[in-house]
């Protein structure tokens, strides 16, 4: 499973973006994927998959 760190997230707007620590890339995360509450700064574990806008993170989870 993937980890990375939050960069990024507006709670408002109910999204944001992860970037993964293996491949250095941005992947955008809604809010409707989180298991955890998230915020910036946050190291998760997350999973990927295709969308019909790219590629985005989903079962974020939080990494205590």
């Known amino acids: 499973m993937p980890r990375g ?3 990024f997230f507006n709670k408002k707007s109910k999204f944001g973006f992860i970037k ?3 491949d ?3 992947y955008y995360v809604r809010e409707k994927n ?3 509450q ?3 700064d946050d190291e998760v574990e997350f999973e990927i998959k ?3 806008k790219g590629f985005e993170a ?3 989870k ?3």
Do not use: P, T
Request: hydrophobic share 45%.
């Open 5 to 7: 760190k939050v960069i």
């Open 20 to 22: 993964d620590f293996n």
């Open 24 to 26: 250095n890339k941005d």
């Open 34 to 36: 989180l298991i955890d």
């Open 38 to 40: 998230v915020k910036q």
């Open 50 to 52: 295709e969308s019909k």
């Open 58 to 60: 989903f079962a974020v």
């Open 62 to 64: 939080k990494i205590i």
